[in-house]
Antibody, heavy 122, light 113 residues
């Protein structure tokens, strides 16, 4: 069973770069498209972007100028970098997978990591 | 972007009664080439990530109690819980994957009356 674990600083200063890592265990990183999704406290879900192990990426246009998603297949990890953060970027950040066996990227998100709260504040 | 709009925003239902959550997409998410609706439903409890319930609009995830069902096609979809249990208290989200600019509904908070 594939498990995901997000990690990274819980506090980032305004204008700096948010950096998070998601470690994949229990399955092949090449079997999924990997997305980052965020959820501001008390609010809904926003898809940020995805990456496939081959390096194919797709980003939400609303965030595209500030996002870099990368993958390290040797470490079974994916990473998110979000630059020039503001308080509006405060959220729980999730990584989630979409399995290629059921048609990714045109399919649902499962599994999900537990999420990590990132607060943007000075 | 495909905008997903859920109704109601919140819902209080008595234990054992039916709960119905609606989701409307701003454009059809039905793929005519395979006759599949590219829509999923998730359940999120406090402090937890979303949990996949239903995909292809009506296919239940393995192990999901059969009191949960999804229906609809095109632009209008429904998640129904036939007999509400205490453990069903959560926020429910719909999500379209017809476009890879994936979008979610704003969520419906389900409570016990």
């Amino acid at each position: 069973q594939v498990q995901l674990q997000e990690s990274g600083p819980g506090l980032v200063k305004p204008s700096e770069t948010l950096s998070l890592t998601c470690t994949v265990s229990g399955g092949s990183i090449s079997s999924y498209y990997w997305s980052w999704i965020r959820q501001p406290p008390g609010k809904g879900l926003e898809w940020i972007g995805y990456i496939y192990y081959s390096g194919i990426t797709n980003y939400n246009p609303s965030l595209k100028s500030r996002i870099t998603i990368s993958v390290d297949t040797s470490k079974n990890q994916l990473s998110l970098k979000l630059s020039s953060v503001t308080a509006a970027d405060t959220a729980v950040y999730y990584c989630a997978g979409s399995t290629v066996t059921t048609g990714a990227p045109y399919n649902w998100f499962d599994p999900w990591g537990q999420g990590t709260l990132v607060t943007v504040s000075s | 972007d495909i905008v997903m709009t859920q109704s109601p925003d919140s819902l209080a239902v008595s234990l054992g009664e039916r709960a119905t959550i609606n989701c409307k997409s701003s454009q059809s998410v039905l793929n005519s080439s395979n006759n599949k609706n590219y829509l999923a439903w998730y359940q999120q409890k406090p402090g937890q990530p979303p949990k996949l319930l239903i995909y292809w609009a009506s296919t239940r995830e393995s192990g999901l109690p059969d009191r949960f069902s999804g229906s609809g096609s095109g632009t209008d979809f429904t998640l129904t819980i036939s007999s509400l249990q205490a453990e069903d208290v959560a926020v429910y989200y719909c999500q379209q994957y017809y476009s890879t600019l994936y979008t979610f509904g704003q969520g419906t908070k389900l409570e016990i009356k």
